[in-house]
């Protein structure tokens, strides 16, 4: 079988790549991911200036998944910048995830990409869930608007928004029918993290992550059904825009489910972590198993056309 396609007219190798935030923070980490097999790289989401991020232990691997509440730890917009100004376009594309700490500076930050004159794509964060006293403008459906409509004037490019999960027919209405208003926001990457929950060590009696008294965002197998819900629900009401999956995925059956639920690339995030980007090799072998068996010689004989009862 064959894992090419293509994304906004770009040609990609395999729909696989890294989840913002994970493997992509330095420049040996994104050169690592644009070494391995992945058919696309994200960089670490970034804010106008360089940040340490949050007090550690931040990040906790569990049986089920991950925990994290990083607060934003990047070297600042410029850094992702000049990295996607030195980047080999024809190899794979490349992201730039961007979560300024206030429309202002995403405003500025969008700028900057723009003046660059860069095939990167720009990927919108709308919903850090770990930055105290910052709630997520995808949990804002005025926030959110607003951000949007500064935003899409300023960039005019195509650009895409990384979104938060949502668990409510009506808040999955409401935020395409916002999405939807914009004709340059071209894809929709769900989701992020299910922020603020909390893993309690029983022995210990104690929270296992020290930021926000251990709050912090779930991902890895806790995510995959809420991940494909999201993917589904977005694909079904926007049907003009490229859906990215992201949630969940440890083996090619997540990826096909993601595929099956509409999205046009997946991103790995806990998994790629704990495993590294010799992953994408892994998981291309047993998306290719999986559809060899099923009869699909291609991603286009299956994608978005999941089933329902
Ligand atoms: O850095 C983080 O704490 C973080 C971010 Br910006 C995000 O978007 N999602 C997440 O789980 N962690």
Redesign the pocket.
């Known amino acids: 079988p064959e894992l090419a396609t293509t994304f906004l007219e770009q040609p990609l190798d395999n729909p696989l790549m890294n989840a ?2 994970v493997w992509c923070t330095l420049a040996a980490q994104l050169d690592a991911l644009v070494e391995s097999s992945a058919g696309a790289a994200v960089t670490k ?1 970034c804010t106008l200036s360089r940040r340490d ?2 007090p550690e232990p ?1 990040y906790r691997a569990l049986p089920l998944g991950s925990i ?6 990047n070297e600042g917009h410029v850094y992702y910048l000049d990295y996607a100004a030195c980047h080999d376009y024809e190899r794979k594309p490349l992201f730039v995830s961007v ?1 300024g700490l206030s429309l202002d500076d995403n405003l500025t930050i969008v700028a900057a990409l723009r003046e660059a004159v860069l095939p990167a794509f720009l990927e919108l ?1 709308l ?5 105290e006293g910052k709630p997520q403008p995808g949990y804002d459906f005025e926030a959110m608007d607003q951000f949007l409509a500064e935003v899409a004037t300023a960039y005019r490019r195509p650009f895409g928004v ?1 979104l938060p999960p949502y668990f409510d027919f009506v808040h999955f209405d409401n935020a395409a029918e916002i999405l939807n208003r914009y004709d340059n926001l071209a894809f929709i990457t769900c989701i ?2 299910i ?1 603020n929950g909390l893993v309690i060590d029983t022995e210990s009696e104690s929270t296992v992550i020290r930021p926000k008294d251990g709050f ?2 779930l ?1 890895g197998d806790y995510v995959l059904p809420t991940a494909l819900a999201n993917v589904n629900a977005f694909h079904r009401r926007c049907p003009g825009k490229t859906i990215i999956g992201c949630g969940g995925v440890s083996t090619g059956e997540h990826v096909f489910q993601h595929l099956l639920a509409g999205a046009t690339l997946v991103q790995v995030g806990t998994a790629l972590h704990e495993e590294g980007p010799s992953i994408f090799d892994r998981l291309q072998k047993e998306l290719r198993e999986l559809m060899a068996k099923k009869g699909y010689t291609r991603i286009e004989d299956f994608r978005g056309r999941l089933k329902t009862l």
């Open positions: 913002a935030g989401s991020g949050n931040r994290n509440s990083m607060g934003l730890p979560s964060n919903s850090c869930p770990n930055v990384k992020n993290s922020g912090g965002g991902g």
